[in-house]
Structure formats: C-alpha cells, structure tokens
C-alpha cells in the first residue's frame, strides 16, 4: 500500500544556517518527525499562488497547517489589537486556498496553533487577539521561544474524545485563541481556564484543529490518527459540502 503524502505549510520569513542569512522557507523538523513516525511522508508546501493550491492539493492524501505568526484581523473583521504580531499576507493567502482546496476534496486536515485558527476564521469564526487579557494569566504562553505546559480536557462525543478521552497536560505557546467558532465546527476541548483548545468539522471526515503542538509531546496520536484518515480508501474524494458554505467568509 503506497505511503500516505501528508503536506505541511511552512514559514516563510529570514534564517540563518552556517554561513547564510536569507529568506527562507522553514519548518521546525519535529513536524516533519512526527509525520514520518506516524507513517507518513512529508512534503513541505511553501507560501506560493494560491490558484496553484487545487493542483498541489490533488497530490496529496492530507495536510498540515502548522504554526506560526498571527492572522491579519482584518481576515475576521477586527481592527488589530496593540499585542497583534505584523500580518504575513503571502502566508495567509496560501494557507487560505490550500486549506479551501483541502476541505472541497474532503481531504483530511490537522490545523495546529495557527492552523486551528486559520480553520476557525475561514468557516466565519473570531478570535481573541491577546488571551491573557481575557483569563488574567499567562499560563498560554510563559515564555516566548518555549514551549509550556497546561492541562486540557477533550470534550466526550466528539472525535478528538474518542482519540484522547479525559484530561491531559499539553505543550502549548499561544497568545491568541478561538473566540466564536465558525458554521460547521465544534469545540471538541477546552483549557481549565475555557479556553478554546480544539474544534472540529462535523461537515468533513477529518478536519481537526489543536491549540497545542501535538508534534512536541511525547506520543503522536493525533499525528497517527491524521496519517490513518489519509490512507482511508476516500481520503481526496470531493465533498458534497456546498461551495458556498466553503467560502461564507470569501477569499483572503
């Protein structure tokens, strides 16, 4: 059975290797590592057109949005909050049409941090743009460049409580969070604080979202799951969801 080709957007920003400072696509590799331990390959999909996102999507079997900086507000109707990071609209735009191309196949979909949100915007969803003016406490994110720990319970009857019922601490570096959900998603776990931790569709096979980096715990069930959806003999198949409940918030 041929290996599932799971996508997974990258940054698109300056970096500096050995000798050379330079634009560059990047990805932190434990992405790429948890994909090939779950039994995936991975291809990374840097920022490019977004027309070309349908061609590069029928390649693939699903797709990674992975983290990062912080979505232009304007994308869900607010004005930037002063904590706001700067927009990258290159990123935004293709990560917009590989997630629309993704979803029209029915193609599984794992949005992690900004990938969830970005998921959360397009289907008409909010955010809040500085969380801890809404819990009172930094616990999100203590310590810029780390990864910390916080507790979340799934919530039962969705497909996130099936795959990891109960409560467990996760790695966590966010200062944004989901505030209304969009048409079609469900909260399918919440912080000791309610915060937002993950949705998902109940319009798609799989299309789930998490607060957290399920790529820098210790186990990979969500990454497991994700590669399983993606050798299901319908993974691709186009979906009959109508184009435009697709599109209710309109292109970036």
């Known amino acids: 059975m041929r290996t599932p080709l799971i996508g997974l957007t990258t940054y698109l920003t300056e970096a500096r290797w050995g000798e050379w400072d330079l634009p560059a696509a990047v990805l932190p590799a434990a992405y790429v590592r948890s994909v090939q331990a779950a039994g995936g390959r991975a291809l990374l999909l840097p920022p490019d057109a977004p027309e070309a996102a349908p061609d590069v999507v029928a390649r693939l079997d699903a797709v990674v949005l992975t983290g990062g900086e912080d979505l232009d507000p304007g994308l869900y ?22 997630l629309t191309a993704a979803l029209e196949r029915d193609m599984p979909v794992l949005g992690v941090c900004r990938g969830m949100q970005l998921m959360n915007v397009q289907a008409g969803g909010t955010l ?54 969009g048409a079609g998603l469900v909260v399918a776990a919440r912080a000791e604080d309610g915060t937002v931790e993950a949705i998902e569709s109940n319009r798609h096979r799989f299309a789930l979202g998490v607060q957290w980096h399920p790529e820098m715990d210790t186990g990979h069930a969500i990454v497991e799951a994700l590669v399983a959806a993606a050798g299901s003999p319908q993974a691709g198949a186009p979906t009959r969801v109508r184009q435009a409940d697709m599109q209710r918030t309109g292109s970036a």
């Open 128 to 181: 809040i743009q500085h969380l801890p003016e809404k819990v009172g406490h930094q616990a999100h994110n203590l310590r810029l460049g780390f990864f910390s720990r916080h507790t979340v319970a799934t919530v039962p009857g969705t497909r996130l409580g099936a795959l990891l019922p109960g409560t467990r601490p996760v790695p966590t570096h966010h200062h944004q969070a989901v505030d209304l959900p």
């Open 77 to 98: 109707g607010a004005e930037p909050h002063p904590c706001t990071g700067a927009p990258v609209p290159e990123r935004d735009r293709w990560e917009w049409a590989v």
